[in-house]
């Protein structure tokens, strides 16, 4: 056991609760690593609390009693989140990204660690209530996303297939009518992925009609596991044929002009009307 | 701007570095976000340089001059790298992991957003020499583990899909055979997901004969892209067919018994021989 000074604590510290989001974490966990007091692991924890709070890089909850501590929950504030979410929908309405059938080249973004990250965060600030014990998603490219809100939630990422790998020992299947293209299409999931009861939060990069979402929520019954929240990244504007309603979207694609190379986007449902102002 | 004190400006400092590895920060950024002197800023870095040596938490290189600032580099520790990969190797041999055809079931470790980092972090510690300018995979078990990788180098991921979607724009192709199966199978590119002359790091989850593997090699030909390194979580031992030799292994699987379901892991080239024992 090694002693550390205050300052060098309040480093490591720091770095062990971003490590650790959504996990209680006992004060002797700390005063033992450092050779302190319980009382100075305290005002460290709260020196910590009012930068996290400040800052704003979330909440640090303390736990009291025996079997208390504290936890971290990352927390993005409204306006850093809307500041942030203004700034890549004018990175999405740049014409080069229209691609054939009026989609989005999105993979950029969609690959991006630093920008995952701020996303993956807002969505585990709308969802942290929800208490999700996995997060959920289909392949292939919202496979970054639903890990970088995972990591922030600190809860399992559990991926649908398109097909039946044998790799992943028995699976279940459903078919699913694909919302825009009608087409009847195949998604599985292996039965150990997912324990019974489990509660999910379903994340994607794209939802048009919402026949995929759909598709994993009937899959969902099959395990009799409970949504517990919904969060896309980008939807369409045209609900007319939209199957689910209950998500939360951080942007709204509401026109595309192929002829024009034009693309329109607004704030989603993340944001309440007032907003959008 | 808001005058912070040292302790909080070391927490908001940590977490500022953390959220940005393999940058480099200006000393203006912190003195102007704090309203201190640059001399401040500078014992602030000394005193987490310190902590984050000391602890295994990674390097922090200073670059002097008009231009310099300071950037964090993550390196896990060759004793921790080991003692984790030994934990996680007892978790891999464990009976139940054993499916049908010698293969292990790996998708909880490969979902599980904390093993994830610390696994990225250890390719992201041997590859940060290589300075790759993306990390590389093909879909669908890898992906998380590319991008855990991709976020402790603060570079983009690129995803190889195994066929050609509409929303991708236009794809470069080709084919390979599979080295286990011997099938002739189809991966591709979207032209505009990598520039060129891009220096790529490959990462993978399993690897047997290295088919896969050697299909992406060939493929980032097409892109006259660099492959600058390569790592897989899990090797199969039985090299006889391999058809590449240039990559890290965390974990070599030695062998699987399926009738007494015995598998037996130790570790991979990322560890020197003496490490082993």
Chains 1, 2 share one sequence.
Not at 3 to 22: E, G, I, N
Not at 99 to 111: A, E, Q, R, T, V
Not at 152 to 166: A, E, F, G, T, Y
Request: hydrophobic letters at 40%; charged letters at 25%; one cysteine or more.
């Amino acid at each position: 056991m090694k002693k550390l000074r205050r300052s060098a604590r309040l480093v490591d510290m720091t770095q062990h609760l971003l490590a650790h989001p959504h996990t209680l974490i006992p004060l002797t966990l700390f005063s033992d690593q450092y050779g302190a007091a319980k009382s100075s692991i305290s005002e460290d924890l709260s020196i910590i609390k009012e930068a996290f709070e400040g800052e704003g890089i979330g909440l640090l909850k303390t736990v009291a009693g025996a079997a208390g501590g504290v936890k971290y929950i990352p927390l993005t504030p409204r306006d850093q989140a809307a500041r942030f979410t203004k700034e890549l929908i004018e990175q999405l309405e740049k014409p080069e990204r229209l691609l054939p059938g009026g989609y989005l080249y999105m993979s950029d973004i969609l690959g991006d660690p630093a920008t995952l990250s701020i996303i993956g965060k807002m969505f585990a600030s709308a969802f942290a209530e929800a208490d999700p014990d996995v997060v959920m998603t289909v392949e292939t490219k919202g496979i970054p996303l639903a890990y970088a809100t995972a990591s922030h939630l600190n809860v399992p990422v559990v991926i649908v297939r398109r097909d039946n790998k044998v790799t992943e020992g028995s699976v279940v299947s459903i078919n699913y009518v694909s919302g825009s293209s009608k087409r009847i299409q195949t998604m599985s999931l292996a039965r150990r992925a997912l324990a019974e009861q489990s509660r999910v939060l379903i994340i994607d990069d794209f939802m048009k009609a919402g026949g995929t979402i759909q598709g994993m929520i009937d899959l969902l019954q099959e395990f009799r596991a409970k949504v517990v929240g919904c969060g896309v990244l980008v939807e369409t504007a045209d609900a007319s044929e939209r199957l689910i309603d209950d998500y939360i979207s951080l942007a709204k694609l509401k026109d595309v002009d192929i002829k024009e190379k034009q693309i329109e986007i607004e704030l989603g449902s993340y944001f309440p009307r007032e907003g959008n102002e």
